[in-house]
């Protein structure tokens, strides 16, 4: 089973990938001698698919269980659910001896990852990620996260998991367009540390327009396991994002943030704004630090095959979504941090964009491509 490590001091752990490794999550947390009562916290969706199957592995390895379901969706990431899943957690006798289960995509990660850091001071806690988005990112590298009024992500810590368990069958149920969205950050993670990736991405997009075969099924937790690889070395470099190299993540982040908060919880999906926030840092890129032309239009063609969008949907109100990006927690002193490319795998934060170069940028994309 291809398994990634992270190199996190006290803090480490692995991240094992495998068809039906769903069946497995109570033997790992064994043998990783992980103790106490297990809190499953999972979304409306995610439950009916997969809960009964880690409830039924945990009971194998005789583990005590609770099962918690929350309404699927972004408008659920908030401190509301938090508080309601706390105390059914206090009800259900759960206390600083117990742990939590992640099961679901990002949006059940984040907030069941932040609910382990602050639940009885902080607990241990397993990812366990169904989407693509969650598979590749955000089940990996700590951070969680729950939405305030003010804006997305804005309350949340560094919570390592001790183990995040991927079983890429589950990604055989998503409905086509949180698969796609899933794949922008694959995508994001070859461009910034192994373009010969973008090939293997290039016949996974054609292989997701006719539909995955038995032999994509296969491959996939290869292909996972690469990229998680991308991520897990960018987070040993710079666990706490203070050296500057894991900011390399926010590649295509700083617009679609912006794009992303001027549109009403859930319009557009995180994968689809990071597609084209992707469109302005390659056009800035190539304006500013040398990327290449070719280059970009291959990015470009890419994020077309996956389904992603690379023009705004009608109704996006530009100066909006602009405000937005002002406000972005990736503006400090004054400078905006942005991520550009001076080649495929060579990234650089750059504090000379301008509030004029994320017009031009943001205006671009309310042309076609
Ligand atoms: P999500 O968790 O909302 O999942 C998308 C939809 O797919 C939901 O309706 C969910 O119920 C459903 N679903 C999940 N797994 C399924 C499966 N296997 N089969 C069928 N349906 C399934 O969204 P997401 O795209 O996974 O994650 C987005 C969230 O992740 C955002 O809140 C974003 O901020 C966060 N994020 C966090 C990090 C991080 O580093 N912590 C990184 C990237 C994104
Ligand atoms: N998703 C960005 C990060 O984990 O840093």
């Known amino acids: 089973m291809p398994t990634v490590s992270l190199s996190l001091g006290e803090r480490s752990y692995q991240v094992h990938v495998s068809n039906g490794a769903l069946d497995s999550v109570g033997f790992m947390a064994e043998k990783l001698r992980i103790k106490g009562k297990a809190a499953i916290i999972t979304d409306s969706n995610v439950s009916a698919l997969y809960a009964e199957r880690v409830i039924q592995s945990l009971r194998e390895s005789e583990f005590e269980y609770s099962l918690h379901v929350f309404e699927a969706g972004e408008q659920s990431k908030n401190l509301q659910t938090l508080e309601t899943l706390a105390n059914e957690m206090v009800a259900e006798g759960h206390d600083r001896s117990s742990f939590v289960v992640a099961l679901g995509g990002g949006v059940v990660g984040d907030l069941a990852g932040f609910l382990a850091s602050v639940y009885y001071r902080g607990i241990p806690f397993i990812q366990v990620p169904t989407t693509v988005m969650a598979q590749v990112d955000s089940s990996v590298g700590g951070k969680t996260a729950v939405d305030i009024a003010a804006g997305k992500n804005l309350l949340g810590a560094f919570h390592q998991p001790k183990l995040v368990v991927v079983d890429p069958t589950t990604l055989l149920t998503l409905p086509p367009r949180v698969l796609s969205e899933g794949m922008a950050e694959m995508v994001k993670h070859a461009i910034l540390r192994k373009p010969r990736m973008l090939q293997q991405l290039s016949r996974l997009a054609d292989e997701l327009q006719l539909g995955f075969t038995l032999t994509t099924i296969e491959h996939l937790p290869e292909i996972i396991a690469e990229n998680i690889e ?61 990327l290449k032309e070719r280059d970009e ?48 795998g060579s990234p650089l934060i750059s504090e000379d964009i301008t509030r004029n170069d994320l017009r031009e940028a943001m205006e671009l994309l309310t042309t076609p491509y």
Request: proline share 3%.
């Open 297 to 344: 239009e291959e990015i470009l063609k890419l994020l077309r095959a996956l389904n992603l969008p690379l023009s705004l949907p009608a109704g996006v109100d530009i100066d909006k979504a602009l405000s937005h990006t002002a406000a972005d927690k990736k503006f400090s002193g004054g400078n905006i941090r942005f991520v550009l490319l001076s080649d495929l």
């Open 230 to 290: 991308i991520k897990a070395r960018i987070v040993e470099e710079d666990e706490k994002e203070t050296r500057g190299v894991r900011a390399f993540l926010n590649l295509g982040h700083t617009l679609g943030h912006g794009i992303e908060a001027s549109v009403p919880l859930g319009e557009l999906l995180h994968g689809e704004v990071v597609s084209l926030g992707l469109r302005g840092a390659l056009h800035l890129s190539k304006k500013y630090s040398g």
